[in-house]
């Protein structure tokens, strides 16, 4: 303990249950992290805010002292505000009169000439986001709630605090002493900013630690080279009428647009990326996959696709905005709106049930052809009493009004049994036997091509030697294979 020495009073109790009523106003994300902002105010105490050595600032009650760093960030955040507006004035009006004006209002003779930079202040405060690592909840961020609530009235107290993990480097954690620091301009360098970007929002959620991996920052540069090769493929003028996949694609797009805003609400952004760029690449590849694209598709994605990435990887976005044809910067186009007409949820649950099926019948086939080589699969439907049963679940029906009905009561064993499965699903879309018969239908040649096997669609299952259609559901078809 130094001499002299001049301390903060945490222990206030007005000033910590002021600090108190903030944390319990502010969005804290990730939210675990709250816990540790209730302790840091719990047991701060008197802080030592001086020390006599170094550089700062000039403790104004004793200049013999510099404020100590921590106790000198608290509220900068502020400052910034109204920086760059400073530069012409003189420091002789810098003066506690002048600050008490820009930040508290408080009027003093001749105060007019400085309205605008007061003006310019509240147009930015209160703070809406605060980010930085954890490592600060215990120190500069507690702080800096109890001297906002010591300073600022309510309506300039802080909105939100978002924290993050600290990175590593190939699992190792950065240290000059390592040598494996890596500088962000290195980084830009070698693998370029828009590869560096992307990569830190999807290697890892704000409560993960990231671990800078040089060989899944080169596969995110890989996948970025491949979107850009799309969006110069899909160069087509095609007009004719949208197939099932077309309105299947356009759907997912959308779908996805509208899961990404909701994340990007949130701040959840590596979710946001996983949506919209990974899970999106996806069905791209399954749709060129599963059918012959209707070129205006993807060139219609392909404008809409380019926008939502700009957020991410700007270099690489604008310029792909000139190469399809757009004289205006990406960054300046219309703010992203979701087309939900164009959300079809019947036409992706009746896709899924495409590629349940596939997989389904591949998981069969490995068991079967350790015996023998299966040349045939036999596709069965839900009867019609089962389709029903899932409209009664679909409107809320219990298994006392089911019963009810003679209908059901002949199978009630299965009928208990798919109720107890299906009692919490939500359930949207129950396809007739001609739907989902008619959907494999134009299906068929693509999965006798993938499954190398003969496809037997059998819609009044004519032959079904193990009786496999009562293991059919609306929706999951039942598979017997030959």
Known sequence: MLEDQWFLNYTNDGWKNLAKKILKSIKIEPEIYRTGFVNAIEWLH?????????????????????IESLSDSTIYMAFYTIAHLLRNLTIEELDDKFFDFIFSGKEFEGCEKYKNIR??????????????????ISNHLTFSLFHHAAIF?????????????????????????????????HACEEFGADTVRLHLCYAADTSSTLDWKEKDVLATK?????????I?????????????????????????????????????????VQKIFYEFFNDIKWYLRRTEPNKKVPKEISEEWVKVMSIFIP?????????????????????????????????????????????????????????????????YFAEDWKKELFSEI?????????????????????????????????????????????????AKEFLEKEL?????????????????????????????IE
């Open 46 to 66: 008197e802080w030592p805010c001086t020390r006599n050595r170094g550089l700062g600032t000039k403790f104004p009650l004793d200049n013999k002292w510099m």
């Open 452 to 480: 190398n096997l003969k496809v037997e669609i059998s819609v009044n299952a004519d032959y079904d030697p193990k009786e496999t259609r009562k293991f059919a559901m609306p929706l999951n078809p039942a598979i017997y």
């Open 394 to 442: 679909k409107k809320g029906k219990g298994i006392k009004d089911v019963m009810a009905d003679e209908k059901f009561k002949r199978h009630s064993k299965e009928v208990i049994n798919i109720m107890k499965k299906t009692h919490q699903q939500d359930i949207k879309f129950i396809p007739s036997m001609e739907e989902e018969s008619g959907k494999i239908e134009g």
């Open 222 to 230: 890989s996948k970025i080279d491949e979107f850009v090769n799309f």
């Open 315 to 379: 270099f690489t976005c604008e310029r792909l905005q000139r190469y399809i044809g757009k004289g205006n910067f990406v960054n300046a186009e219309d703010s992203l709106k979701v087309d939900k007409e164009a959300i079809n949820g019947n036409a992706e649950s009746m896709e899924n049930m495409i590629i349940e099926l596939i997989d389904n019948i591949r998981n069969f086939v490995k068991l079967i052809e350790k015996h023998k080589k299966p040349t045939k699969v036999f596709i």
């Open 232 to 272: 110069k493929s899909a160069d087509g003028c095609a007009s004719y009428e949208y197939k099932d996949m077309d309105k299947w694609l356009i759907s997912k797009f959308n779908k996805h647009l509208e899961e990404f805003l909701n994340l990007m609400d949130k701040s959840e952004i590596r979710g946001a």
């Open 119 to 136: 003006e310019t202040f509240l147009y930015y405060y209160p703070m809406d986001e605060r980010r930085t690592g954890i490592a600060h």
């Open 153 to 185: 009235p309510e309506n300039l107290w802080p909105k939100k605090i978002s924290l993050n993990e600290m990175l590593i480097s190939e699992g190792k954690k950065m240290s000059k002493s390592l040598g494996n620091v890596i500088p962000l301009k």
